[in-house]
């Protein structure tokens, strides 16, 4: 069955970096795209951007251009999302999910990332 | 603020059926058929109900359905159970500039 299992919660401190990685199994991880998505707590979806595991390129969403950074290792079907200069509005729950160009079918469980000083 | 526009709430009796619309532009919704609708239950991570406006994942039963009119898509869930109880997000690919927008949820009351 298809699985995505990303790393665990973080703590970080304001300026910091974030890596959060999301190993994926049960199908050809280099057949499917990677989103990575983000909820803040009590709040809605938000759009970061996908990595096409094959080629390695990425789509950024405009707000995340310049501050993210998607990647891949195709030899262990992991895909890591980074994301620096933190701040506390970056403190929300990652999610990576497999998916076609625009919908996402299957999703990891998220990794909880809380930025504080 | 969301880019896509949803009720904050909407709720349905037992068995009855309730729709979920997802208004946006002619940027977005009304340009384009890639409407998703995903469900989400408190503390887990958000399921696919719906892509491709109306396209039902293997699995999801048939009490869900999705159509589109112009700028405003809408979610239908038919027969409601006690476990449709959940958020609802609507999805639309708008561009090559922006890409995916969400909109801000619904949370559906099964009563």
């Known amino acids: 069955q298809v699985q995505l299992v990303q790393s665990g919660a973080e703590v970080k401190k304001p300026g910091a970096s974030l890596r959060v990685s999301c190993k994926a199994s049960?199908?050809?991880?280099?057949?499917?795209?990677i989103h990575w998505v983000r909820q803040a707590p009590g709040q809605g979806l938000e759009w970061m951007g996908r990595?096409?595991?094959?080629?390695?390129?990425?789509i950024y969403a405009q707000k995340f251009r310049g501050s993210v950074t998607m990647a891949r290792d195709t030899s262990i079907s992991t895909a890591y999302m980074e994301l620096s200069s933190l701040t506390s509005d970056d403190t929300v729950v990652y999610y990576c999910?497999?998916?076609?160009?625009?919908?996402?079918?299957?999703w990891g469980q998220g990794t909880l990332v809380t930025v504080s000083s | 603020q969301s880019a896509l526009a949803q009720p904050p709430s909407a709720s349905g009796s037992l068995g009855q059926s309730v729709t979920i619309s997802c208004t946006g532009t002619?940027?977005?919704?009304?340009?384009?058929?890639?409407v998703s609708w995903y469900q989400q239950h408190p503390g887990k991570a958000p399921k696919l109900m719906i892509s491709?406006?109306?396209k039902r994942p293997s699995g999801v039963p048939d009490r869900f359905s999705g159509s589109k009119s112009g700028n405003t898509a809408s979610l239908t869930v038919s027969g409601l159970q006690a476990e449709d109880e959940a958020d609802y997000y609507c999805?639309?690919?708008?561009?090559?500039?922006?890409?995916?927008?969400f909109g801000g949820g619904t949370k559906l009351t099964v009563l």
């Open positions: 999910a497999r998916g076609g160009h625009y919908y996402f079918d299957f």
């Open positions: 049960g199908y050809t991880f280099t057949d499917f795209y």
């Open positions: 990595i096409n595991p094959n080629s390695g390129g990425t």
């Open positions: 002619s940027s977005d919704v009304g340009a384009y058929d890639y």
């Open positions: 491709e406006v109306s």
């Open positions: 999805s639309s690919y708008a561009g090559s500039n922006n890409f995916v927008v």
